[in-house]
């Protein structure tokens, strides 16, 4: 069962990470809408160079958002792992039934 969910949680956390090409893709589809929107004009050297520029920005946007949600997952983990760890270390109780006189039954527990 643990195993299970440890797969299952170790799965959603990689299929929320973004492969450099992706990266890149996106960062360079938001430099060319914010380019566009300033106002230069696509295809001239004056927009490339704006979406060379922000493309590098959005790029570590990116990268920085994808830093922090790694590390909110790691955090989460580390919780959900010491959270687990604790019902491991409950006590175990141990309760034996003896047979008295007649029809009484003595259970003691430890």
Do not use: H, W
């Amino acid at each position: 069962m643990r195993i299970a969910v440890a797969l299952c949680i170790l799965g959603v956390a990689l299929g929320g990470c973004m492969s450099t090409a992706e990266k890149q893709k996106a960062a360079s589809e938001k430099a060319k809408t914010y380019c566009y929107a300033n106002g230069f004009n696509e295809g001239t050297d004056p927009f490339n160079r704006c979406v060379a520029g922000a493309g590098l920005v959005f790029t570590d946007e990116l990268e920085r958002d994808q830093r922090a949600k790694r590390q909110d997952f790691a955090d989460r983990l580390g919780r959900a792992s010491e959270a687990m760890q604790s019902l491991d270390r409950r006590a175990s109780i141990n309760c034996t039934s003896t047979k008295g006189l007649g029809q009484t039954v003595e259970t003691s527990c430890n």
